[in-house]
């Protein structure tokens, strides 16, 4: 049940960043696709959020689709400054931080078993976009899996 709160609660963030931003990106300014256990899937909205504090980096991927069921939000965290690497939630370097969450209708479900993002290009504001790629297999709750695959971005960064 936490969870499922927690990932709510970063659906939430989410959605309130993409609407703040013009509700999401259009395709000029916003690419993002994958497959959603083999079913392609293009957002509606994207936005990529890069913080820093006390050392360390966050970097937030926001993929919405309509009516919430089905985004994807990645959030990684890494040493400043931020640069191109691969996050392995299996294999996680020292210092790095990944999540990966799933829109079920009613909250979230949070990466149980695998995920993999590749940020090939960090991006800047107002210049170069955030670019990678991005798998995941979610546990389901209350049973099952979803697999995340082919997941691509290439996103304007925000600050």
């Given at each position: 049940m936490s969870r499922v709160l927690a990932g709510a609660?970063?659906?939430?963030?989410?959605?309130?960043?993409?609407?703040?931003?013009?509700?999401?990106?259009?395709?000029?300014?916003?690419?993002?696709?994958?497959?959603?256990?083999?079913?392609?899937?293009?957002?509606?909205g994207a936005?990529?959020?890069?913080?820093?504090?006390s050392g360390g980096d966050s970097l937030r991927i926001?993929?919405?689709?309509p009516?919430?069921?089905g985004s994807v939000t990645i959030i990684l965290g890494a040493a400043s400054p931020f640069a191109p690497q691969?996050?392995?939630?299996n294999q996680l370097a020292s210092g790095q931080t990944v999540l990966i969450?799933?829109?079920?209708?009613t909250g979230f479900d949070t990466t149980d078993q695998?995920?993999?993002?590749?940020?090939?290009?960090?991006?800047k504001v107002d210049g170069p976009p955030l670019m990678g790629t991005f798998e995941a297999v979610i546990s389901l709750t209350p049973s099952g899996s979803k697999t995340i695959s082919n997941g691509v971005f290439n996103i304007a960064l925000q600050m």
């Open positions: 609660v970063v659906f939430a963030i989410g959605l309130s960043l993409n609407c703040a931003s013009g509700g999401g990106a259009g395709a000029s300014r916003a690419q993002m696709s994958w497959m959603d256990d083999g079913v392609p899937v293009m957002p509606f936005d990529a959020t890069l913080t820093s504090s926001d993929g919405l689709t009516g919430a069921a691969t996050f392995d939630c969450s799933h829109a079920n209708g695998s995920c993999k993002v590749v940020v090939t290009q960090v991006g």
